[in-house]
């Protein structure tokens, strides 16, 4: 049976990013699924203030859906898809970047719905959570003050993370492209960051989020390496490959590597289409 493909965005995008990649996916004979996380798409928040010309200080205070939205709710969301898209047959779910986080959360909860997940330069916790993955050594190159440059309002007030991605500060836009698309030109860089969304939630999950052996353990699960990417650095990648595999040594990644930055297999989607479509053959193989 043909597997169905539920696509998972990272921070700040929505399912509008997944569209190259769908009609790539499509043209080889695959169906897929992208999703909005709550408060995402169209369920997000665009304040007046983020239009032009811009009003800094309501955009800094502006109230936004996002606010409480935790991880649970984002599993909870996608389990719902993955139940729908279990009647059709296989499902291979796919995440990228921080989506990783809701992919495990899910696999975690409900590793029946799963037939293979898939993480794209994503994060996938295993011994600490990700907050403090980021003190680690493997991300010391990453440029933190990337999305800071940006940042509007404060996170504690606001009770969600907020960037104006329609900031005409060189600097920050410099900094912005260099850390998720330095491989792509200025139109692609500036035709993407208008689809980003200004708001992203808080929780990224803790210690009892981080995949569990006994559930998330069970799933044949493929890591692509983005071998580019400046936000989520190689060595970062390899890092969550390596304990991925010591967590669950019988079930351990199955690897494969794309050239190209953090957004880069998004603008240009045939090599990953071709790569989840071996996946989609080696599910449908097992059925």
Not at 49 to 61: K, S
Not at 84 to 109: D, F, W
Not at 212 to 238: C, E, H, I, N
Not at 247 to 264: A, E
Request: hydrophobic share 45%; aromatic share 8%; with cysteine.
């Amino acid at each position: 049976m043909q597997p169905t493909f539920v696509l998972v965005h990272g921070a700040f995008a929505n399912s509008f990013s997944f569209a190259p990649l769908q009609a790539e996916l499509g043209l080889l004979g695959h169906r897929s699924v992208a999703v909005d996380l709550p408060g995402h798409g169209f369920a997000a928040s665009y304040s007046h203030a983020y239009q032009a010309p811009q009003d800094a200080e309501g955009l800094a205070t502006a109230p936004g859906s996002l606010k409480g939205v935790t991880l649970a709710d984002n599993a909870a969301h996608v389990i719902g898809v993955l139940e729908r898209a279990k009647e059709h047959g296989p499902v291979i779910l796919v995440a990228h970047s921080r989506g990783g986080i809701t992919a495990t959360a899910v696999a975690n909860a409900r590793p029946d719905l799963i037939d293979r997940i898939v993480y794209v330069a994503a994060w996938c916790p295993v011994r600490l959570d990700v907050n403090d993955y980021y003190a680690e050594p493997e991300m010391a190159t990453v440029d933190a003050a990337s999305v800071g440059l940006a940042m509007a309002g404060n996170p504690a007030e606001l009770g969600l993370l907020r960037v104006n991605f329609r900031t005409a500060d060189q600097a920050a836009l410099a900094a912005l492209k260099a850390a998720f698309l330095a491989d792509g030109t200025e139109e692609e860089f500036l035709t993407f960051l208008n689809t980003f969304q200004p708001d992203e939630n808080l929780d990224v999950g803790g210690a009892a989020d981080r995949a569990q052996a006994a559930t998330w353990g069970r799933v044949p699960k493929t890591f692509v390496r983005l071998a580019d990417d400046a936000s989520m650095p190689l060595v970062m990648q390899d890092r969550l490959i390596r304990e991925g595999d010591e967590l669950t040594p019988d079930n351990p990644y199955d690897v494969r590597t794309l050239g190209g930055s953090h957004l880069k297999w998004l603008v240009d989607p045939a090599p990953a289409a071709r790569v989840l479509g071996e996946l989609s053959a080696l599910t449908a193989g097992a059925f």
